[in-house]
């Protein structure tokens, strides 16, 4: 089944979810990798290709959100405390805020520090007319964006593991199955 149901997941959201976390988690850690290696030719290729790749992750964004918008939703366990329910539901939100932040602001820094961005030899977002206090707000953003980001996978990943090795229910593997 391509489309969610409201007890299950759909083909196409479970490849969203697993493709763009996978895909997330290594931005994630390459960028702080990336950021820590002295200069040299090596670091700026792992530069261009984790801009370009910011691209693509930001496209695949747009487009999951846009399928969130018009599938169904999938229904909680009845039984799940309000309080959780809620947390599931800010949580979720905010993945989305920090998943269009991250590479938005990645973007702007750096068009705004002069840099263009080759997109896989497809096409180039030009460079903006350098403007370093913008560009440096950007990077502040996008750095802040990591670690949130950081920290909502962390949380999403230990609610997961909670609902299918403590709780038991079917939250975690509908993720898997459908």
């Not at 759909?10 to 697993?18: A, D, E, K, M, N």
């Not at 792992?46 to 801009?51: A, C, Q």
């Not at 350098?130 to 990591?146: D, L, R």
Request: proline share 3%; net charge positive; glycine share 6%.
């Amino acid at each position: 089944m391509l489309k969610n149901t409201s007890t299950s997941y759909g083909l196409i959201t479970r490849l969203f979810h697993w493709i763009i976390s996978i895909t997330i988690i290594t931005m994630i850690i390459v960028g702080f990798t990336m950021t820590s290696m002295e200069p040299s030719d090596d670091k700026w290729k792992i530069y261009d290709l984790h801009k370009a790749t910011g691209v693509v992750v930001l496209t695949l964004v747009f487009f999951r959100f846009f399928w969130r918008l018009i599938n169904a939703k999938v229904d909680l366990p009845a039984d799940l405390p309000c309080w959780q329910k809620l947390a599931s539901k800010i949580t979720h939100y905010l993945l989305y805020v920090f998943m269009f932040l991250m590479p938005i602001s990645g973007l702007l820094m750096s068009r705004f520090g002069g840099h263009e961005v080759n997109v896989f030899d497809l096409f180039t977002l030009a460079a903006f007319e350098k403007n370093i206090p913008v560009a440096t707000f950007f990077h502040t953003a996008h750095e802040f964006s990591a670690w949130g980001l950081s920290g909502l996978i962390g949380l999403h990943i230990c609610a997961g593991l909670y609902h299918h090795f403590i709780r038991k229910d079917n939250v975690f593997m509908r993720m898997i199955r459908g």
